[in-house]
């Protein structure tokens, strides 16, 4: 943990990570269903703008379809188009999954890689999506900052950023690396259930007595 924070500060970021730890517990698991990494790759890609309950549901007919990186790789546009319509940016998306998966067969031996520069040098491949394969395939330490990780990190006062890449950079300096990964799959969690983004259900939280939101949330009222 390289960010220098006060002794107070340290303490109140420690209390939400054990209490994190004690809701959600320390098992690694992925939203995304995948049989391997060329299919959690392509399933991220299908995620951008998209619930992970929706990919699912999508991926279920598509990996049975396409059976191998190559039948991405020789797939019909417009029939692609139609089978992941449903995610939304059908067009933008089957594209790079088609160019994607022709890459990693003509340049890395239809492996996905490891490092995070050649895994966003492939089509439809961002940031996010890299450290999602570098964290749940290859374990390493990574923070996927998506529209949960944003949300709830700006309320706990993580962060104050709202560009991804800043607040990716914020949280690892603040987070102790062994975290990073179950950081992501325990604020998803949180996200969905408690800390939505509309009318958040701070009376049920338990992270309310540490989290700034919730207590600027109550001077607001008595104000």
Known sequence: MAKRVSKKERERINR???????EYGTQMHVYLHHENAWQLLIATILSAQC???RVNMVTKDLFRKYTSLEDFANADLEELEQDIHSTGFYKNKAKNIIACAKRLITEFNGEVPKKLEELTSLAG???KTANVIRGNIYKEPSIVVD????????RLGFT???DPVKIEFDLMDLLPREQW????IQIIALGRSICTA??????ACFLREDCIYYKN???EKIN
């Not at 509309?198 to 009376?203: A, D, I, L």
């Open 16 to 22: 939400i990570l054990d209490a994190l730890n004690r």
């Open 51 to 53: 619930t992970d309950e």
């Open 125 to 127: 491949v961002g940031r």
């Open 147 to 154: 529209t949960h990780v944003k949300r709830i990190s700006n």
């Open 160 to 162: 104050k950023e709202e």
């Open 181 to 184: 990964i179950l950081y992501n």
């Open 198 to 203: 509309r009318n958040p259900k701070c009376s």
């Open 217 to 219: 949330s109550q001077r």
